[in-house]
C-alpha cells in the first residue's frame, strides 16, 4: 500500500550529506505552498519512483525533487520557501 | 536496433532476446513506484477531460466507459530497469479520444490526481501507440497501480504512463512535465536507451 512506502526525512540525510557536506535532517525548512515550517526530519519522502520526492507533511506539496543519474545529480528545491541550516558550535 | 518497441502486440513467437531493451531485466511481479501517496478518487466524482481543442471536452467514468474499448497485449519497460512482458490491459486508444476533438496541437501534457504530469509528442500516442487503460489482467486496474485509469504508452519508459491520469492538455510546445523537467530525458525510448537528459 501507498503509505508503507512513505519514509521520513531521514531517508534522504545521507544523500545530503553526500552532496552538500551538511546535515539537513535536523535544518528548519518552510514550504513555499503552504508556509508550514518543519525539521526536514518530519517530510515525507518517496524514493522508489524514478527519483526521489520529498513532500510537505502538512499539505504534501513538493518540496524537493532529486534525480540521480550514473554520472550527475539532478535537484529541484522550488518547493521550498527556505531551509535553515544550523552552523556547528 | 529497432527504433520503436516491437511490443505493442507482444508476439510470443519472438524470443525475449529481441523484445528486452538494452540495460533492461525481465521481472514476473509489477513492481509499484509512487512518488506520493496514492489518491482514491470516486468513480462518481472522476472525469477525464481534453483541453486546448476548439472546444474542451469532458466523460464521466460511465460516459468513458461507454466509449469503444481495446484489449491491449504489450510489454512495458521501466526506467529503474526492470520489463515486463505480455501484460494484458483493456481501455480506450488515444485515437479514439483525440478523433473526438478539433485541434491541431503537436504535443499533450497529460495531467493526474496527484499532480503528476508527462509530456508527450502526439505522434507518439497515435496509430495505435497509446490507451488510457482501466483494466489490468481482466480486473479493474488498481489504485497502486494507477486506477482507477491511467495512461499506457509501451513504447516509451512506463514513467510516460501516467497513473490516475484525469486529462490532457493539448500544445503547440513539449512542456516538460514532473520527471521531464528534472533530469529525465524529453521523449524517452528504452530502445535508444533515453533516460537522461542528453542521452
Ligand atoms: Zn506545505
Redesign the interface.
Known amino acids: 500500500m501507498a503509505d508503507d512506502r512513505r519514509l521520513d526525512g531521514n531517508a534522504i540525510g545521507g544523500m545530503m550529506l553526500e552532496l552538500f557536506g551538511v546535515e539537513m535532517t535536523t535544518a528548519t525548512e518552510v514550504c513555499r505552498t503552504c508556509g508550514t515550517a518543519d525539521v526536514v526530519a518530519r517530510l515525507e519522502v518517496y524514493m522508489d519512483a524514478p527519483g526521489t520526492v520529498v513532500r510537505c507533511a502538512h499539505c504534501k506539496a513538493v518540496l524537493m525533487r532529486i534525480v540521480r543519474g550514473p554520472d550527475r545529480t539532478w535537484l529541484d528545491l522550488s518547493g521550498f520557501r527556505s531551509i535553515e541550516l544550523r552552523s556547528p558550535d | 536496433m529497432p527504433q520503436i518497441s516491437r511490443g505493442f502486440h507482444g508476439r510470443r513467437s519472438e524470443g525475449p532476446s529481441d523484445r528486452i531493451p538494452p540495460g533492461q531485466h525481465l521481472v514476473d511481479d509489477f513492481?509499484?513506484?509512487?512518488?506520493?501517496?496514492?489518491p482514491h478518487t470516486p468513480l462518481d466524482e472522476w472525469t477525464f477531460t481534453i483541453q486546448g481543442g476548439a472546444e474542451p471536452a469532458s466523460w464521466t467514468w460511465d460516459e468513458f466507459q461507454a466509449l469503444p474499448s481495446e484489449e491491449i497485449t504489450t510489454d512495458i519497460h521501466?526506467?529503474?530497469k526492470w520489463s515486463k512482458l505480455d501484460t494484458v490491459w483493456k481501455g480506450v486508444s488515444l485515437d479514439t479520444l483525440l478523433g473526438l476533438v478539433d485541434h491541431d496541437a503537436g504535443y499533450l501534457l497529460a495531467f493526474c490526481d496527484g499532480?503528476y504530469t508527462t509530456n508527450l509528442p502526439l505522434e507518439h500516442v497515435t496509430d495505435g501507440k497509446a490507451w488510457i487503460a482501466y483494466d489490468y489482467d481482466g480486473e479493474a486496474l488498481e489504485?497502486?497501480h494507477g486506477g482507477p485509469a491511467r495512461l499506457l504508452v509501451p513504447h516509451l519508459y512506463f514513467?510516460k504512463s501516467a497513473k490516475w491520469v484525469r486529462g490532457f492538455r493539448l500544445q503547440d510546445e513539449d512542456e516538460p512535465g514532473?520527471?521531464e523537467?528534472?533530469?529525465?530525458h524529453i521523449l524517452g525510448d528504452p530502445w535508444l536507451e533515453q533516460?537522461?537528459?542528453g542521452d
Open positions: 513492481p509499484v513506484l509512487s512518488a506520493g501517496p496514492t521501466c526506467v529503474t499532480g489504485p497502486e514513467w514532473f520527471w523537467s528534472n533530469g529525465y533516460r537522461y537528459w
